[in-house]
T-cell receptor, first 112, second 115 residues
Framework: GNSVTQMEGPVTLSEEAFLTINCTYT??????LFWYVQYPGEGLQLLLK?????DKGSNKGFEATYRKETTSFHLEKGSVQVSDSAVYFC???????????FGTGTRLQVTL | DAMVIQNPRYQVTQFGKPVTLSCSQT?????MYWYQQKSSQAPKLLFH???????NEADTPDNFQSRRPNTSFCFLDIRSPGLGDAAMYLC??????????????FGPGTRLTVT
């Protein structure tokens, strides 16, 4: 079956530090990959996505590249801000299925 | 702005007392989902509607039911809430009318407390 593994948090960084949150997956077929962000007290928001190998998703300074050879979709940002503090979820979907498979989430805390 | 709305944002119910959570959307999406998210865990899909077709996940307890009277509204009914059902309940929508856009759009969630 499908599964997503994320690095455990919390990840604590100083403002303007470089961020990497690791995500690897196991899937049948060729999945689409997503990063969602959840700010405190809110629902999930789609941050970025990639639908095929070597695609790079990007949004708000965040990037992730779909690496089929390493089955990974690591999230990166060159300079984090306090406002980036949130929980980040990696997820996948295969084919035309409606179901998203989520990782367990990684909490990011950014301090001044 | 088009959006997914959940009411109420916070709901307190008593052990065993039926409760209904509601979700509405202005996106005109044909797929609606209900997820359960317990503290520090990933969202877990309970069921989804594709138009009027109901799709239950195999491990969703019978205690959880859903209704979708029209495109815009979807309800989650918990017939006899237990303490273990305390969680955030997330509603999401997507459209299959644009195959490249199976993104799911989430509401803000309803946090359910069971006393």
């Amino acid at each position: 079956g499908n599964s997503v593994t994320q690095m455990e948090g919390p990840v604590t960084l100083s403002e303007e530090a470089f961020l990497t949150i690791n995500c690897t997956y196991t899937a049948t077929g060729y999945p689409s990959l997503f990063w969602y962000v959840q700010y405190p007290g809110e629902g999930l928001q789609l941050l970025l996505k990639a639908t095929k190998a070597d695609d790079k998703g990007s949004n708000k300074g965040f990037e992730a590249t779909y690496r089929k050879e390493t089955t990974s979709f690591h999230l990166e940002k060159g300079s984090v801000q306090v406002s980036d503090s949130a929980v980040y979820f990696c997820a996948l979907r295969t084919g035309t299925a409606s179901k998203l498979t989520f990782g367990t989430g990684t909490r990011l805390q950014v301090t001044l | 702005d088009a959006m997914v709305i959940q009411n109420p944002r916070y709901q307190v119910t008593q052990f065993g007392k039926p409760v209904t959570l509601s979700c509405s959307q202005t996106l005109n999406h044909n797929v609606m989902y209900w997820y359960q998210q317990k503290s520090s865990q990933a969202p877990k899909l309970l069921f989804h509607y594709y138009d009027k077709d109901f799709n239950n996940e195999a491990d969703t307890p019978d205690n959880f039911q859903s209704r979708r009277p029209n495109t815009s509204f979807c309800f989650l009914d918990i017939r006899s809430p237990g303490l273990g059902d305390a969680a955030m309940y997330l509603c999401a929508t997507s459209t299959k009318n644009i195959p490249s856009s199976y993104e799911q759009y989430f509401g803000p969630g309803t946090r359910l407390t069971v006393t």
